[in-house]
């Protein structure tokens, strides 16, 4: 698994990683596969979409923004999508 850990000052902390596609119908296509992964697990990304980049970060909000397993779990879902 190739996401970054960042880590705020706040305490709260983030599995980053950034997709990058050919072109913006496949990073939209990309996010719909992600956002049905999320539901089944009940467990949602904050991510953002510029043209063929998508930013996903992850960490679970009812523990005051950790990383916990969910998130882990999640990351390793969406890295066997085999995109980006």
Do not use: C
Not at 31 to 54: F, R
């Amino acid at each position: 698994m190739n996401w970054k850990e960042e880590n705020f000052a706040d305490g709260s902390s983030v599995l980053f990683k950034e997709f990058k596609f050919n072109n913006f119908i496949d990073a939209w296509a990309f996010m719909s596969s992600v956002a049905l992964l999320a539901e089944k697990v009940d467990h949602h990304p904050d991510w953002t979409n510029v043209y063929n980049k998508v930013s996903i970060r992850l960490s679970t909000h009812d523990v005051d923004n950790q990383i916990t397993e969910k998130d882990r779990n999640l990351a390793l879902e969406i890295d066997k999508l085999g995109l980006g």
